[in-house]
């Protein structure tokens, strides 16, 4: 299986504050990755998929990007909305997998 | 707007069996590949299996190839997922999401598997 491995695994941050969550794959991927928000005793809901492409509704300062097997969320200025877990997912090979998520908190 | 609302969760003792259902609307079903994704109280998330638009081809993780299976009905726009033989760590609220690529779910059914 491939493994997604997800860092950090908490971050404390403040309000309109850079952040960045990496995922590496364990093997290529191309781009075949998404990222997820998911809100405590919420649904998730899909950021960006093909590691770079913003889903349609979401805010400009989420950005993805990728160098090889190395793949990375940024959010640009955070906001009080965003503190939440992040996950990224590989979808190029089954079983698809997910990182192991990143809590995004408060400082 | 896309909608998917899972149903049939709840207690089952170890060995027992569940199916669960999920209702969509909003968008053509029967043209989207379906999963289904778990998330075991207080950890992340676990892609369980997904179906290909026809039914034609069903892919699992391999800890519950053999005990679960993913099925469809697009004249009903549902989606389905028999649990069998299940286990302890087989608890977790379970979800429905549109796509292969997962790019709208459902809030969950809890499934808890206790004796």
């Known amino acids: 299986d491939i493994q997604m491995t997800q860092s950090p695994s908490s971050l404390s941050a403040s309000v309109g504050d850079r952040v960045t969550i990496t995922c590496r794959a364990s093997?290529?991927?191309?781009?075949?990755l998404g990222w997820f928000q998911q809100k405590p005793g919420k649904a998730p809901k899909r950021l960006i998929y093909?590691?770079?492409t913003l889903q349609g509704g979401v805010p400009s300062r989420f950005s993805g990007s990728a160098s090889g097997t190395e793949f990375t969320l940024t959010i640009s200025s955070l906001q009080p909305e965003d503190f939440a877990t992040y996950y990224c997912?590989?979808?190029?090979?089954?079983?698809?997998?997910f990182g192991q998520g990143t809590k995004l908190e408060i400082k | 707007e896309v909608q998917l609302v899972e149903s049939g969760g709840g207690l089952v003792q170890p060995g027992g069996s569940l199916r669960l259902s999920c209702e969509a609307s909003?968008?053509?079903?029967?043209?989207?590949?379906m999963s289904w994704v778990r998330q075991a109280p207080g950890k992340g998330l676990e892609w369980v299996a997904n179906?290909?638009?026809?039914?034609?081809?069903?892919n699992y993780v391999d800890s519950v190839r053999g005990r679960f299976t993913i099925s469809r009905d697009d004249a009903k726009n549902s989606l389905y997922l028999q649990l069998n033989s299940l286990r302890v760590e087989d608890t977790a609220v379970y979800h429905c999401?549109?796509?292969?690529?997962?790019?709208?779910w459902g809030q969950g059914t809890l499934v808890t598997v206790s004796s």
């Open positions: 999401a549109k796509g292969g690529h997962l790019d709208s």
């Open positions: 909003g968008f053509t079903f029967s043209t989207y590949w």
């Open positions: 179906i290909k638009y026809e039914g034609s081809e069903k």
């Open positions: 093997q290529g991927i191309g781009n075949d």
């Open positions: 093909a590691a770079s």
């Open positions: 997912l590989q979808h190029n090979t089954y079983p698809y997998t």
